[in-house]
């Protein structure tokens, strides 16, 4: 034979609840831990919490006397919870409606004008291919932008800082310190690694390589 199948949480709330119904009395927990089991067949274990979940929903009054919890509820109750949570979701109903026609009202606003024509189809095409071509030329622009004389000499001016020790580096902006590239050489500190890299910088914007095609470079 199989085994007898256990109550689930509800039946059990439903079994504890005809408890207080049947007796309208007042119960310590030792005596529901007593009752339940006997009567309703709720497992020991279980009926603290049972009941507990019972009170955390407003279904059963608790209250405390002295040392010790005394709970009890009437249908009346029941009733006036049943009906409290039935106008609850009434209410939610009727805002869920509400927003739903609201919605529905702001679609079809939103359509206006966007009929799908030939002519809106064509522009559409356009302007994706417009966005298409703004990202290649930007892309480009990216580059050749290492040949803008601008990022060039911030790239030296920074470069000359790095090589300097620290008590005599400038603390203000590089930018505002316009570094030559011989004034670099006559610095016994600056690092020969240092002012190679330099002089690639200089040879690389002085002939021109990437700046002349694309016409940045005068």
Known sequence: ????????????????????????????????????????????????????????????????????????????????????????????????????????????KAKVGRQDTKERSSLLKELQALREERTQLQAELEKYRECDPEVVEEMRAVLFQRSLPRGVRHRGDTKKTPVQLADIKNVHLFSTETATLMETVAESTSGHQCCTAVGICQ
């Open 1 to 108: 034979m199989s085994k007898k199948k256990g109550l689930s949480l509800e039946e059990k709330r439903t079994r504890m609840m005809e408890i207080f119904f049947d007796s309208k009395d007042v119960f310590q927990l030792k005596d529901i831990e007593k009752i339940a089991p006997k009567s309703k067949g709720i497992a020991p274990m279980t009926v603290k919490d049972v009941l507990q979940s019972l009170v955390d929903d407003n279904m059963v009054d608790c209250e405390r006397v002295g040392t010790s919890n005394y709970y009890w509820a009437f249908p009346s109750k029941a009733l006036h919870a049943r009906n409290h949570k039935l106008e609850e979701l009434q209410k939610q109903i009727s805002e869920a409606k509400q927003r739903k026609a609201s919605l529905e009202k702001a679609v079809e």
